[in-house]
């Protein structure tokens, strides 16, 4: 089969002709139908992450049809479509998980970092991390959901019930959570790079309430903050860009550092937090909200070959909405 690989950190993703996966015990074959390209692909391609597999296959935002089971796997049918997020395996037993909080399991695997992914013409996966997709959803509109959609949730979530919103960062995760904060009946208030206007229009015809630029302050102060640009310097802007008591997320899973700030910021009860991974309850939430809500993704679709060049426009912002390989 027909992959994209990636040999060394550091290094251009390359063509390869590679042995097609087999099933394993309580593993789906499925034949890629998409795959979104997640900023967390370019920290692995970046060397940002350590110790990815290698070679590997990038990608954990597919969108797949099943086309064998592994021994024991009866979760899905032959022809049934189904949707593979970056958790792609967590060990059932340590604190974390047994707490309910398997997002930060010690022993977790990730889709496309140890795992080998979506940019390639087959994959496999383990069936109790693959998630049925609603048929609303087209195979390309429905990849973002699967990282964007279901991490973004996952952030939002954390930001608790802010009524008025900031998001730092317009692209994929942004895209789809002002839609989901717009049903929820939450104000947005979008924040891009300084002088991107077309990401601004982008934001105020998804229902922002505002949008400028990254270094300016909204005209009301923030309930919460939710930040999905790899930029450290967005903290202690955010920071003070929101209210006392508010909560500042950071929803990457790599960020330049953060630079040192005057304690004011964050004083009055506010809070920084992270956010790691999901958990499959976020993956069920979100995938049942997403049709109800009406979510649609903006989509720019490339073919599998051209992968390097979908990594290079998300890396330069050349991108509105979320970038998705075609095999
Ligand atoms: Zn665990
Ligand atoms: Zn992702």
């Known amino acids: 089969m027909r992959a994209q690989l990636l040999t060394a950190p550091g290094r251009q993703l390359a063509a390869a002709e590679v042995p097609p996966p087999q099933p394993g015990a309580g593993q789906v074959l499925l034949e890629v139908r998409a795959c979104a ?19 590997l296959i990038p990608g954990h935002e597919i969108v797949g049809t099943v086309i064998e089971n592994g021994k024991g796997a009866d979760r899905f049918a032959l022809g049934d479509r189904v949707g593979v997020p970056w958790l792609g395996w967590t060990c059932g037993v340590c604190d974390y998980c047994r707490g309910g909080r398997e997002n930060l399991c010690d ?46 949730y996952r952030t939002l979530r954390l930001a608790g019930d802010a009524q008025r919103l900031g998001i730092y960062g317009f692209g994929a995760a942004a895209h789809i959570l002002a839609q989901v904060a717009r049903y929820q009946g939450r104000e947005v208030y979008a924040f891009t790079r300084p002088g991107d206007t077309a990401a601004q229009d982008f934001a105020r015809g998804l229902g922002a309430a ?32 929101t209210r006392k008591g508010g909560t500042v997320v950071c929803g990457g899973i790599h960020m330049s550092d953060i630079p040192a700030f005057p304690y004011r910021l964050l004083w009055e009860e506010r809070v920084i937090r992270s956010v790691a991974n999901l958990t499959r309850r976020d993956a069920d939430e979100f995938l049942a909200l997403a049709p109800a809500a009406g979510i649609t993704t903006t989509t720019q679709t490339y073919p599998l070959a051209e992968a390097n060049r979908a990594l290079s426009d998300l890396r330069s912002g050349a991108l509105q909405g979320a970038a998705v390989l075609v095999p």
């Open 37 to 55: 390209v997640c900023r967390t692909d370019l920290h692995v391609v970046d060397g940002e992450l350590p110790h990815p597999k290698l070679p």
């Open 210 to 241: 505002w949008a400028g630029n990254s270094d300016e302050k909204p005209p009301k102060p923030l309930d919460a903050a939710l930040i999905f640009a790899p930029v450290g310097p967005l903290v202690p802007a955010a920071l003070a860009a």
């Open 107 to 152: 022993n977790a695997r990730f889709t496309g970092y140890q795992i080998d992914g979506g940019y390639a013409e087959l994959t496999v996966a383990d069936q109790r991390y693959c998630f049925a997709i609603d048929p609303s959803f087209g195979d390309v509109e429905a990849a973002p959901l699967l990282c964007a959609g279901l991490i973004g």
